[in-house]
């Protein structure tokens, strides 16, 4: 029997898969048309059309697929799966691109999109490169759009579809909603589960694109990468990538940055960077990136480090989809507060990684026998795990046969140049540098995969061998500390971001350094005088300028203190020396000074992430508290009580709680809590400085957002951010009411605590004046005895009765108006002698306060200003790379 | 051999060296039963909160002192006193990982992560 489902908007479902299909199918058909075309000897241009026009038709239904999708968000239609989960009637249509690209299948679709709009500007300006490339683009995007199809082959559930309706959900199969014809009706679809409201910010309307086009463009060097291994011209594809690694180093920074400073004004986690899983996934793949487009620089004067520059080129797309894997594979969920849901599509994302590290590799052999050899065994090991079922343990003997037949492959048969290089060039630094790089996101990425490392050795028999190494170990070395690895029990760093920090910055220092000095350095050889003579300026400038702001970071940790002055000093090395250069050499022209004023950029963010972050205060010193129960090591006093109207100082501020109020119109979800910094002056009275005000999203539904509020001065951001507070609005008003009773258990002796008093249980009787309660002897009852003390110590005492009729528990509240407070006795357990008893209080009761905790964050615009240095340096140099492209394409 | 390839050789060397050591130094996924053996290190506990036993946050006696009892995955419960403030959305908490060391009978923790359960299932209509 078919039901006819009334109200449905069917058709746009309908649409929608339509174009999903022929998205599809049409990648394929364009990857396979120019695979023909770049096979033939000579250019087939019929074959070259078909792939053209099947492109177009992918981008068509890309653009479509799109389309349909924000129509439907634009009209409520709730019935569809993505529609009702990611968005609702409340939120204001600003939002929509946020809702777009919440959940996977929307940002999949921003990835697909990107590709499509570099794809069509390369199949118009990529010249005799077009077949090849193409090839490997619409390849990828065949992988891509089958994430989209939601298509089950057998048992095997391929992508996940955007365009499934609520009904059709495999978790709601058989539910008895479903024989409804007209089910729409149900309160559940007249509107949609609502967008997360951390994602109601405006940078989460320009962050993601950025992001993703940054992801995407890592496609476009790997393409001609392979192109060039593929048609076996290893060298020329890079003058060509160039430009578009440029190109996607400045989007891609531009897109963490940016993801940065969201974290910055709408998490609390109290500052730009933590070091989560999330963001260190689209950090590693820029460092690989930075490292790729510097080797590329490299190759163009001398060949000396081909190999480096494929490797980098592409493990940074490998790095894509590895993130990509880590993010929405929900791996990460011990380890990341925003790790994403599992769609169930590890598996295929983790499939799809594998098969492109595989070609990738094969090309790169350069061997026949080792290219069939590899194949093969990577098959067998496909098969294996498919069949065994343990597929990690398969994926960690592919991943151990890549590396070892890479490094045959490389040894054995890929060219490499003969003569030895000199020491004092170009060449050879930008090389360590970009090694550093690799090194540092190798550091990222190792620490960030501690689920995935655990996943591997916890499969049986890995597990074994690892612990039978570590016994070895054990009785040679003593080497004890290797157990949580070869248990598999590996945890992040209890305090993640000083870790990171610690190495990371010495990474940073060392590249800081190696920018600074690459600059002046020659390409083949360098006059070694005149080389030092050029850096001694800059040198003596950043190490007196750096003596001075070093003498101010805090010293309380040693190791920290000399990575921090070393990084201090090569920050301020790289600024000065790039300048330098700029004046000296570029003579201050614009269309040469992209890498120096990218580096200055650079070198301005090192320096203001460093004074920031190092130089960070928390001026909200908590000194309530008993001392006696308060731990040293772990006591913590960052966050601060604030009673409305309290004034307490903090740093070289005063702070009072004004109080708090709600949102209007747009933002009438949100509360806001005014605080304001006063300055006392010589006279003693206070003046008005600003006014913050932290706010609360509230969301029954996701859970309510906290969002911190920030006064920026050129110098310093005083940061506020609310830790808790009660959020019910009516607080301090006067109207008599009584709050939700919180239900308390106590033992004789014990002590209650509410607002504004103590409650000390004095004694529990059943012998007590009855009369006053009209209680016949016959009925059980007990009366609990409570000594009140306000703030003032006064005492009153309090005295609920707990009575049992019929074998009904009957209560007798008591209250104590004097204090706003009303008790009520419930429950008495024989067995331990404690009782429950419900404690309400009038709202009036209530002491508006929160908590909150408040950061000076010094000089931190010096990091958002390197960012635009560096984003405009970086623009300058593809601009240079693209002007000289077309230089070369005219010469012939 | 040529001096890049020495040089590289030694500082990817070095680093690796490096990095992979201070995998010893690591904490771990544990349960309050091997917590209680090292009271020294810090550890990660994956665990529930026990509902039944509430918790007790009270910012006017101490903003960051938040207390409450968690069951770990071999169903042992110890008390836990997080030195910070109550997480957001604590109550929802499907599943709690704490950071810290025993001390006697409690846990001390630093730092919490709090697990609330998926957003797919809530409020399905059931009829």
């Known amino acids: ?892 | 051999m040529k001096k890049t390839h020495i040089i590289g050789i030694i500082l990817i060397a070095l680093a690796i060296g490096l990095i992979m050591s201070s995998l010893v130094s690591t904490s771990k996924y544990a349960t309050f039963t091997e917590a209680s053996k090292s009271t020294e290190s810090d550890f990660h506990i994956v665990g529930k909160w026990d509902k039944d036993k509430g918790t007790e946050y009270d910012p006017q006696k101490d903003p960051n002192l938040f207390v409450f009892y968690m069951k770990d995955q071999e169903g042992i419960e110890h008390k836990v006193m997080l030195h910070n403030t109550k997480p957001q959305d604590f109550e929802k908490s499907e599943q709690v990982v704490v950071v810290g060391k025993m001390k006697g009978a409690d846990f001390q923790a630093s730092e919490t992560l709090v697990k609330c359960p998926s957003k797919y299932n809530d409020n399905k209509p059931v009829q």
């Open chain 1, 1 to 892: 029997m078919t039901i006819h489902y009334i109200g449905e908007h069917s058709w746009a479902g309908f649409l929608g898969n339509i174009f999903l299909v022929l998205s599809f199918t049409a990648a394929i058909l364009s990857s396979a048309a120019y695979f023909i075309t770049s096979s033939k000897p000579l250019e087939e241009l019929s074959w070259k059309r078909i792939g053209r026009i099947a492109f177009r038709i992918h981008s068509i239904s890309v653009a479509g697929i799109m389309g349909v999708l924000f129509l439907m968000l634009y009209n409520h239609y709730f019935e569809y799966q993505y529609i009702w989960q990611h968005s609702n009637l409340e939120m204001p249509m600003k939002y929509i691109f946020s809702c777009f690209w919440e959940g996977q299948e929307g940002s999949f679709l921003l990835w697909t999109f990107w590709h499509v709009v570099l794809g069509n500007i390369l199949i118009r300006y990529s010249k005799e490169w077009e077949a090849p490339v193409m090839t490997v683009f619409s390849f990828v995007q065949v992988f891509l759009a089958s994430m989209l199809l939601g298509i089950y082959v057998g048992n095997l559930h391929i992508g996940s579809n955007p365009f499934l309706l609520v009904r059709e959900m495999p978790e709601n199969l058989g539910l008895p909603w479903l024989t409804h014809a007209n089910y729409l009706e149900l309160p559940y679809f007249k509107d949609g589960r609502g967008l997360n409201p951390l994602l109601q910010n405006y940078w989460m309307t320009i962050h993601p694109p950025t992001l993703f086009l940054g992801f995407a463009s890592t496609l476009v060097p790997f393409a001609y990468a392979i192109a060039g291994l593929w048609k076996g011209k290893l060298d020329s594809w890079q003058t060509q990538a160039l430009p578009w690694t440029f190109f996607g180093i400045m989007i891609l920074g531009t897109g963490i940055l940016m993801g940065g400073a969201w974290a910055y004004e709408a998490l609390t986690f109290g500052g730009f960077w933590a070091w989560d899983p999330v963001e260190n996934a689209s950090l590693v793949p820029w460092l690989c990136f930075v490292g790729a487009g510097h080797v590329m620089l490299v190759n163009k004067n001398r060949k000396i480090s081909l190999f480096t520059t494929f490797f980098l080129t592409i493990i940074t797309f490998i790095l894509v989809l590895y993130s990509t894997f880590l993010t929405r594979s929900g791996i990460l969920g011990n380890t990341s507060v925003h790790a994403f849901t599992d769609l169930g599509m590890s598996g295929q994302l983790m499939l799809y990684m594998l098969f492109f590290v595989w070609m990738s590799v094969t090309l790169l052999l350069l061997n026949r026998r080792l290219k069939i050899a590899y194949t093969s065994i990577s098959f067998l090991l496909l098969c294996l795990g498919i069949m065994t079922g343990i597929k990690t343990a398969f994926v960690f003997t592919f991943g151990l046969l890549t590396l070892v037949l890479l490094i045959i492959g490389y040894r054995r048969y890929f060219p490499k140049e003969e003569k030895e290089e000199e020491l004092w060039t170009r060449e050879f630094w930008m090389f360590i540098g970009s090694l550093v790089l690799a090194i540092a996101s190798f550091q990222v990425i190792l620490y960030t995969s501690f689920p995935v490392l655990n996943k591997i050795i916890q499969v049986d028999f890995i597990h074994s061998f690892i612990q039978g190494i570590h016994g070895k170990l054990v009785q040679w070395f003593n080497f004890k500390g290797l157990a949580n690895f070869a248990s598999g029990n590996l945890a992040p760093e209890k305090n993640a971001i000083a870790f990171y920090n610690k190495w990371q910055s010495l990474f940073a220092a060392v590249v800081a350094f190696l920018v600074g000095f690459g600059q002046f350095l020659r390409y083949k050889n360098t006059p070694f005088k005149p080389f030092i003579r050029n850096l001694l300026l800059a040198f003596v400038l950043a190490g007196i300028l750096s003596g001075i702001i070093s003498y101010g970071l805090p010293r309380n940790n040693p190791l920290q203190f000399v990575l921090n002055s070393f990084l201090c000093f090569s920050s301020l090395f790289a600024i000065f020396a790039n300048i330098d250069y700029w004046r000296k050499i570029g003579k201050g022209k614009l269309g040469k000074s992209g890498s120096s004023i990218a580096h200055i950029g650079f070198g301005l963010i090192l320096l203001g992430a460093l004074v920031s972050n190092a130089k960070k205060e928390i001026i909200s010193r908590n000194i309530r508290g008993d001392l006696r129960t308060i731990d040293k090591e772990l006591s913590n006093s960052s966050n601060i009580l604030l009673s409305k109207g309290d004034t307490l100082p903090m740093g070289d501020y005063y702070v009072t709680y004004l109080g708090r109020r709600k949102g209007e119109g747009e933002d009438k979800r949100n509360l806001y809590f005014d605080v304001e910094y006063l300055k006392k002056q010589e006279t003693g009275k206070y003046r008005h400085e600003f006014t913050l005000s932290p706010l609360v999203q509230r969301n029954e539904r996701m859970g309510n957002v906290f969002e911190p509020s920030t006064h920026h001065f050129i110098h310093r951001d005083i940061y506020t951010h609310l830790a808790t507070a009660d959020l019910d609005p009516s607080i301090g008003s006067d109207n008599g009411e009584y709050t939700t009773p919180v239900e308390k258990t106590a033992a004789r002796h014990d002590t209650i605590y509410t607002s504004n008093s103590m409650l000390i249980l004095d004694s529990l009787t059943t012998r007590f004046d009855r009369q006053r309660y009209r209680l016949p002897d016959s009925i059980l009852a007990v009366q609990a005895s409570f000594r009140a003390l306000d703030e003032n110590g006064k005492i009153v005492l309090v005295r609920p009765v707990f009575t049992i009729r019929n074998n009904e528990s009957k209560p007798i509240e008591d209250t104590v108006p004097s204090l706003g407070l009303r008790l009520n006795f419930f429950k008495v357990d024989p067995a331990n002698g404690k009782i429950s008893l419900y404690v309400s209080e009038q709202k009036t009761n209530k002491k508006d306060f929160i908590v909150m905790e408040a950061l000076i964050f010094p000089w931190i615009n010096i990091l958002w200003f390197g960012c635009l240095v560096m984003i405009s340096g970086t623009i300058l140099a593809m601009r240079e790379r693209i002007r000289k492209l077309k230089g070369k394409a005219d010469d012939k």
